[in-house]
């Protein structure tokens, strides 16, 4: 029987932050990097699904949850993150990476070459039409707003201006419990902005990643994650995409886990 107990563990970081991160189940190692505005619990259900046939590392990313931080941020910094957890987890690992979490994970795996042995994305969000781009200063907006204590107004930026919902959603959204955990780690936000850059696809990364990548979309989520899926499978040198039909954006754990472990698996 696999061993499914999840407990908290702690790696060093190269430039001395602690990482966070809670490892289960008994099987090839698979670390799974969050997305924007959420810490490792969003993977939560995630990792307890593919215990049964991996471990999974399921760690915070700097400045959350259980996680140091230390400035001045760089996504270098948070790659060397990712690797330290590949330590942790023997040397080398596949790497599961969600929305912003997708396009670091893509970084990591141009960056840590054979330690990183199989690659999954799911919904990176990079924006093939260039007039649909957020703004070149988002990363500045984000972290000007947090300095002046507008936690909320950040998270309130990122999901209308953004990630573009309903302004009748956001204003809902801020009358949840939720909001809080959100305002806690605005200044996070800023981090995943840097990830994306300019939000386009990162086509000289993209050629340099040489493992066996997928790419995943949900069919009933937004439009242009499937387009970007195909593209940016198309630049791999070895990726391939796979839509999870009836899957939005937050996709459930049991589609995921059941895609991941064919992937992986084979």
């Not at 007039?131 to 200063?137: I, M």
Request: charged fraction near 20%; hydrophobic fraction near 45%.
């Amino acid at each position: 029987m696999s061993n499914t107990t999840s407990t908290l563990h702690h790696v060093t970081s190269k430039d001395g932050t602690t990482i966070a991160f809670d490892r289960s189940g008994d099987g090839p190692p698979v670390i799974l990097v969050c997305g924007g505005s959420v810490d490792r619990m969003s993977n939560a259900g995630l990792a307890a699904q593919l215990a049964s046939d991996f471990t999974a590392f399921n760690y915070d990313r700097r400045g959350r949850g259980d996680s140091g931080d230390t400035l001045p941020y760089a996504v270098d910094r948070e790659i060397e993150d990712i690797d330290a957890v590949v330590t942790a987890a023997g040397g080398a690992a596949f790497l599961y990476g969600t929305s912003s979490g997708a396009a670091l994970a893509l970084a990591a795996a141009e960056k840590l070459g054979g330690r990183i042995t199989k690659l999954a994305l799911w919904e990176p969000p990079f924006i093939l039409d260039p007039s649909a781009r957020p703004p070149a200063d988002t990363a500045k907006t984000f972290a000007d707003l947090v300095a002046a204590g507008r936690r909320s107004d950040a998270v309130e930026h990122f999901t209308a201006k953004v990630v573009g919902l309903p302004a009748e959603f956001v204003a809902f959204a801020k009358t949840q419990p939720f909001w809080a955990a959100q305002e806690k780690i605005a200044h996070t936000l800023a981090y995943d902005a840097t990830v994306m850059a300019d939000y386009s696809l990162p086509l000289e990364r993209a050629a340099n990643v040489t493992i066996p990548t997928i790419i995943l979309a949900g069919g009933a989520s937004f439009p242009f994650m499937r387009e970007t899926a195909q593209a940016l499978a198309a630049a791999l040198p070895n990726g391939r995409t796979r839509t999870l039909e009836g899957q939005e954006h937050n996709v459930a754990p049991e589609a995921m886990a059941s895609a991941l472990k064919e992937f992986f698996g084979s």
